[in-house]
């Protein structure tokens, strides 16, 4: 399994998963490593779960069938804080 972290925003400005909460149920992730190698991956579900909660609720399994793991934050910013109060995990799995 493959888990990628990246902003939703930073500073005012749209992070490289500003747009991840959008993404449907069948839509492609492709996933480009350092060396040029291309990887696609099929989303076959997605959750919003509370911050806090996305690795202690067993939301990024460690077992299993190869997937791909998107996560960002998500629902409602807390100025005071410079934090989401959720995370948004996407699951995907290697297109055949």
Do not use: W
Request: hydrophobic share 40%; net charge positive; charged share 15%.
């Amino acid at each position: 399994m493959t888990v990628l972290a990246a902003h939703v925003d930073y500073n005012g400005r749209y992070g490289l998963f500003f747009h991840l909460a959008e993404l449907a149920n069948g839509a492609t992730a492709t996933v480009i490593t350092a060396n040029g190698s291309s990887y696609s991956f099929r989303v076959v579900s997605s959750r919003q779960v509370a911050e806090t909660g996305v690795v202690r609720a067993g939301h990024i399994p460690y077992y299993g069938s190869p997937r791909l793991v998107l996560v960002t934050c998500g629902g409602d910013f807390i100025p005071a804080q410079r934090s989401y109060v959720d995370n948004v995990v996407v699951y995907a799995e290697p297109k055949s």
